[in-house]
């Protein structure tokens, strides 16, 4: 059924610092000046950030997939798993790469998330691991050392699981280039179910929301929260 009224999603934008802008910063009330410094992690450049933010981008809407189907009682299917890193720290005696996509630890085939963390708790410090990767459609083998760190033994690099979704029937998600992040997800969840079930879900009425969405349902954290609700 169309819905008389609309799912919206609010959003922050930004943009580099240009003459222009920066003066129109200190003039305008709603717009505020940060440094790049502030934005990311430690270690992380802008363009990691923004290779990260699609991947949450892209975990989202996969989440909202599996969420909306399954609470609609329609078919879908998770096909396969992918193990992104996305961060790897400066202390971290490793050659893998921001953008590297896990297959293989120490020739073995990695098929959950949960395969990767307990190799590194069955491992000791100073056991160096291997990796098979995939970087821009290209098969690499990479290595970790791991260390100590307070008492842990870690590798020393973030790494992301993302899905991808089989739908009946199918369900394609478009967002433009330059958009990115994970707090669509509640929203893009509640538009895909409205389409799957009978019925209005919007009662006519405009709404408009940000938060991010889990696999099993959770709505999860707002960022930005002050600009979204200006």
């Known amino acids: ?28 009330k709603d ?21 990260y933010s699609k991947l949450l981008m892209k975990q989202g809407n996969n989440f909202a997939k599996v969420i909306a189907y399954k609470e609609a009682n329609l078919e879908y299917e998770i096909t396969s798993n992918e193990y992104s890193v996305v961060l790897v720290d400066k202390e971290a005696i490793t050659d893998l790469k921001v953008g590297d996509t896990i297959t293989h630890i120490n020739d073995v085939k990695v098929n959950n998330y949960d395969e990767i963390t ?32 307070e008492g842990k033994t870690m590798l020393g690099v ?3 699981e993302n899905i991808d979704v ?16 994970p707090s669509g997800g509640l ?10 079930v009978e019925g209005d879900l919007t009662k006519g009425k405009k709404i408009s929301g940000t938060g ?4 099993d349902g959770t709505i999860g954290s707002i960022g930005g929260v002050k600009y979204k609700i200006l």
């Open 1 to 28: 059924d169309e819905s008389k009224g609309s799912f919206n999603m609010t959003y922050v934008t930004e943009m580099k610092a240009t003459p222009i802008t920066y003066l129109l910063a200190l003039i305008l």
């Open 31 to 51: 717009w505020d000046i940060q440094k790049e410094e502030d934005l990311v992690m430690e270690g992380q450049t802008m363009e990691e950030l923004y290779y």
């Open 118 to 149: 307990e190799t590194i708790l069955n491992s000791n410090v100073g056991d160096t691991l291997t990796f098979k990767v995939i970087n821009d459609e290209k098969e690499y083998t990479r290595y970790g050392t791991l260390r100590d760190v």
């Open 158 to 160: 973030s790494i992301l």
């Open 166 to 181: 089989k739908t009946n029937p199918n369900c394609d998600i478009t967002f433009k280039s330059d958009e990115s992040g």
């Open 187 to 196: 929203i893009t969840t509640l538009q895909i179910y409205d389409k799957l």
């Open 212 to 215: 991010t969405i889990e696999l």
